[in-house]
């Protein structure tokens, strides 16, 4: 650490402040007057207090007095990192543990099937294609077509849902459906 | 609108400092000095609270009442000349801001305090647990199992206390107890992640100290080393001032005269019960003009050193191969000074090693030496170093010390292409 810095963060912040009136520095828009020629203004004729951050942030008198309000004692920021850390930890292992549970269950699950029923569990432990379609399905898509084939299409198990609407640059031709009705699907 | 203006009451001048701050440098201001041994000096935090003007970082608050207590235990075992008397209260921990200031650090405080106690429930279950496998017989009894047991005891201790901010706050400010586990562990981990092993470490592999001499370091204890201070730069006050000790920091410069008498060897070391330990010095970098290359030289050995977690300050005898003073003669590059503490293979049984005679310090092996008495660095032990060229003393050491003719080193001087030129007549 630099030692300016170690200077700043060891200074006295005082609480006592004085206000003191300055020119240009509050000139309110009065009605109907436009907010860019304020904006220009204010660019153009900058005001005259010297004590303020930089406009691009290059000189910022103020950090020090700003992390002193937002964390005022290190050691409090420590026990509280150290808390948070913790319940982080906690969440964290009775997700896991959670998770452990229950896959041990299913594998003990899975191994009494395997006693019980050898045949039922190699069936049970065929992998299921999520894209794979059934016979009975593939002849209702042949009957249907336009949006309810989309609508049967889009949403498979496992996968991301394509109902998804492309963002264009403009809003539709058509303008906003208010009486959208969403397409059957069959269960 | 108005503007914000600062009372002319006490503006640091902050000439200079423009930018942003960062919460580390308020947080956690490095201290100047290598980490506390236990009961030694409070670090720098509040030695800058002795400054009345910081204020922010709450160990100021703490320990602006510790400002006028030394914590401090010198290393001559505490017997300080003016040991100041400590105010009430100032070696406990208080809570660094008030209640309600910052809700966020209150209900971390209770979280914290709950898991402790729930923490230090499951410990108790274990303990007895352990107690209860112990009160079997010797045969029926799971070693394993109960080494197992021991070692979740073990952390299960450190766990149950290491979030507490006061034992944290302890940890920090020198005021350990080595008797508690979670103090041990703080402190080593400081040791350890703070900086200041990595400092001895770079330096050690920087000055080629792990091949040349030893093929593998690990310390596992923190090992300090304090000389006299460098000479002051005024030749009137060279024999006026009484030389302070200084710590050495890890591969620095020191003057001869700095390094004539016995450094005062302060360790940490983070087991509880006693182990035996072998101090030794050696100079890298000693010329060996008939093999055109350099060998070692013994300084210092001394062998069984009973070391443990509450001995901070052992006392070195100087009783077997005594301290001889570094002498880097002249002419050579710098040489490359190594104190070992190395753990013996018994940590109680005492070893016989012969007292190497003055002439047998020259040329001394390390690693056969390590072979023959079953030293392993690489198991642990702690280290240091630094590096000495010549100086006028050091041909004073020759003369009262070594009592032996200081040699010069030089290169060997160039055939001179013009010798018989020289020698025949010019000018008949």
Same mark, same amino acid.
């Given at each position: 650490?630099?030692?300016?810095?170690?200077?700043?963060?060891?200074?006295?912040?005082?609480?006592?402040?004085?206000?003191?009136?300055?020119?240009?520095?509050?000139?309110?828009?009065?009605?109907?007057?436009?907010?860019?020629?304020?904006?220009?203004?204010?660019?153009?004729?900058?005001?005259?207090?010297?004590?303020?951050?930089?406009?691009?942030?290059?000189?910022?008198?103020?950090?020090?007095?700003?992390?002193?309000?937002?964390?005022?004692?290190?050691?409090?920021?420590?026990?509280?990192?150290?808390?948070?850390?913790?319940?982080?930890?906690?969440?964290?292992?009775?997700?896991?543990?959670?998770?452990?549970?229950?896959?041990?269950?299913?594998?003990?699950?899975?191994?009494?099937?395997?006693?019980?029923?050898?045949?039922?569990?190699?069936?049970?432990?065929?992998?299921?294609?999520?894209?794979?379609?059934?016979?009975?399905?593939?002849?209702?898509?042949?009957?249907?077509?336009?949006?309810?084939?989309?609508?049967?299409?889009?949403?498979?198990?496992?996968?991301?849902?394509?109902?998804?609407?492309?963002?264009?640059?403009?809003?539709?031709?058509?303008?906003?459906?208010?009486?959208?009705?969403?397409?059957?699907?069959?269960? | 609108?108005?503007?914000?203006?600062?009372?002319?009451?006490?503006?640091?001048?902050?000439?200079?400092?423009?930018?942003?701050?960062?919460?580390?440098?308020?947080?956690?201001?490095?201290?100047?000095?290598?980490?506390?041994?236990?009961?030694?000096?409070?670090?720098?935090?509040?030695?800058?609270?002795?400054?009345?003007?910081?204020?922010?970082?709450?160990?100021?608050?703490?320990?602006?009442?510790?400002?006028?207590?030394?914590?401090?235990?010198?290393?001559?075992?505490?017997?300080?000349?003016?040991?100041?008397?400590?105010?009430?209260?100032?070696?406990?921990?208080?809570?660094?801001?008030?209640?309600?200031?910052?809700?966020?650090?209150?209900?971390?405080?209770?979280?914290?305090?709950?898991?402790?106690?729930?923490?230090?429930?499951?410990?108790?279950?274990?303990?007895?647990?352990?107690?209860?496998?112990?009160?079997?017989?010797?045969?029926?009894?799971?070693?394993?199992?109960?080494?197992?047991?021991?070692?979740?005891?073990?952390?299960?201790?450190?766990?149950?206390?290491?979030?507490?901010?006061?034992?944290?706050?302890?940890?920090?400010?020198?005021?350990?107890?080595?008797? *508690?586990? #979670?103090?041990? @562990?703080?402190?080593?981990?400081?040791?350890?992640?703070?900086?200041? =092993?990595? $400092? &001895?470490?770079?330096?050690?592999?920087?000055?080629?100290?792990?091949?040349?001499?030893?093929?593998?370091?690990?310390?596992?204890?923190?090992?300090?080393?304090?000389?006299?201070?460098?000479?002051?730069?005024?030749?009137?006050?060279?024999?006026?001032?009484?030389?302070?000790?200084?710590?050495?920091?890890?591969?620095?410069?020191?003057?001869?005269?700095?390094?004539?008498?016995?450094?005062?060897?302060?360790?940490?070391?983070?087991?509880?019960?006693?182990?035996?330990?072998?101090?030794?010095?050696?100079?890298?970098?000693?010329?060996?003009?008939?093999?055109?290359?350099?060998?070692?030289?013994?300084?210092?050995?001394?062998?069984?050193?009973?070391?443990?977690?509450?001995?901070?300050?052992?006392?070195?005898?100087?009783?077997?191969? *005594?301290? #001889?003073?570094? @002498?880097?003669?002249?002419?050579?590059?710098?040489?490359?000074?190594? =104190?070992? $503490? &190395?753990?013996?293979?018994?940590?109680?049984?005492?070893?016989?090693?012969?007292?190497?005679?003055?002439?047998?310090?020259?040329?001394?092996?390390?690693?056969?030496?390590?072979?023959?008495?079953?030293?392993?660095?690489?198991?642990?032990?702690?280290?240091?170093?630094?590096?000495?060229?010549?100086?006028?003393?050091?041909?004073?050491?020759?003369?009262?010390?070594?009592?032996?003719?200081?040699?010069?080193?030089?290169?060997?001087?160039?055939?001179?292409?013009?010798?018989?030129?020289?020698?025949?007549?010019?000018?008949?």
């Amino acid at each position: 650490m630099s030692s300016p810095l170690l200077a700043l963060g060891k200074q006295k912040l005082s609480l006592r402040v004085a206000q003191t009136s300055v020119r240009y520095a509050g000139r309110q828009e009065t009605g109907g007057v436009d907010p860019r020629n304020e904006i220009i203004r204010r660019a153009l004729y900058p005001s005259n207090i010297r004590n303020r951050p930089s406009p691009v942030g290059t000189w910022r008198p103020d950090v020090g007095r700003r992390l002193q309000r937002a964390i005022p004692s290190a050691q409090a920021h420590e026990t509280i990192e150290r808390a948070w850390f913790l319940h982080q930890r906690h969440v964290r292992r009775a997700r896991a543990a959670e998770l452990q549970r229950k896959f041990e269950s299913v594998k003990n699950a899975m191994e009494t099937l395997r006693q019980v029923a050898p045949r039922l569990y190699v069936e049970a432990n065929k992998e299921e294609d999520p894209r794979a379609r059934s016979p009975a399905e593939f002849d209702l898509l042949k009957k249907l077509k336009g949006p309810e084939k989309k609508a049967v299409e889009a949403r498979i198990r496992g996968l991301f849902p394509r109902e998804l609407r492309i963002p264009t640059d403009t809003p539709p031709k058509n303008g906003w459906t208010y009486e959208f009705t969403p397409v059957a699907r069959p269960p | 609108m108005l503007a914000l203006r600062r009372l002319p009451r006490f503006t640091p001048r902050l000439a200079g400092v423009r930018g942003n701050a960062t919460l580390e440098a308020a947080s956690q201001p490095k201290a100047d000095t290598p980490p506390p041994a236990p009961r030694s000096s409070v670090t720098a935090q509040s030695s800058a609270a002795k400054d009345k003007q910081a204020q922010d970082a709450p160990e100021d608050a703490n320990a602006t009442a510790n400002a006028n207590a030394d914590g401090q235990q010198p290393p001559n075992g505490g017997k300080a000349r003016n040991p100041k008397p400590q105010p009430e209260g100032a070696r406990e921990w208080c809570r660094p801001i008030a209640k309600g200031v910052e809700p966020a650090y209150d209900y971390a405080l209770r979280y914290i305090l709950k898991d402790a106690k729930f923490i230090q429930r499951e410990l108790k279950a274990l303990q007895e647990a352990i107690a209860a496998e112990e009160a079997k017989a010797e045969g029926t009894r799971d070693e394993g199992a109960l080494q197992g047991m021991r070692e979740r005891a073990h952390i299960l201790t450190v766990q149950g206390e290491i979030n507490l901010p006061d034992v944290r706050w302890k940890a920090r400010n020198g005021l350990v107890d080595m008797n *508690r586990a #979670v103090h041990r @562990h703080l402190v080593e981990q400081r040791w350890r992640e703070e900086g200041d =092993l990595d $400092l &001895l470490m770079e330096r050690i592999y920087q000055m080629k100290v792990v091949p040349d001499m030893l093929p593998e370091l690990h310390p596992s204890l923190d090992l300090r080393i304090k000389y006299a201070e460098p000479p002051p730069k005024s030749n009137y006050l060279r024999t006026r001032v009484k030389r302070k000790l200084k710590t050495v920091e890890p591969g620095i410069f020191l003057a001869p005269e700095q390094t004539r008498r016995l450094p005062e060897i302060s360790t940490t070391v983070f087991h509880t019960e006693r182990r035996l330990y072998t101090l030794l010095m050696v100079d890298l970098d000693v010329p060996d003009p008939e093999n055109q290359s350099f060998t070692t030289y013994l300084h210092w050995l001394q062998p069984n050193i009973s070391l443990s977690a509450f001995i901070s300050s052992p006392h070195i005898l100087n009783s077997h191969t *005594r301290y #001889v003073p570094p @002498h880097p003669q002249r002419g050579t590059p710098y040489h490359r000074y190594v =104190l070992l $503490l &190395l753990p013996q293979a018994s940590p109680t049984k005492p070893i016989e090693i012969p007292v190497f005679e003055d002439s047998a310090r020259v040329g001394f092996n390390y690693r056969a030496f390590a072979e023959q008495y079953g030293f392993d660095a690489a198991q642990g032990g702690g280290a240091h170093m630094w590096r000495e060229t010549w100086d006028e003393t050091v041909s004073h050491i020759y003369e009262h010390t070594l009592k032996q003719e200081e040699p010069k080193y030089r290169r060997m001087p160039r055939p001179d292409p013009y010798a018989d030129l020289k020698r025949s007549k010019k000018y008949l």
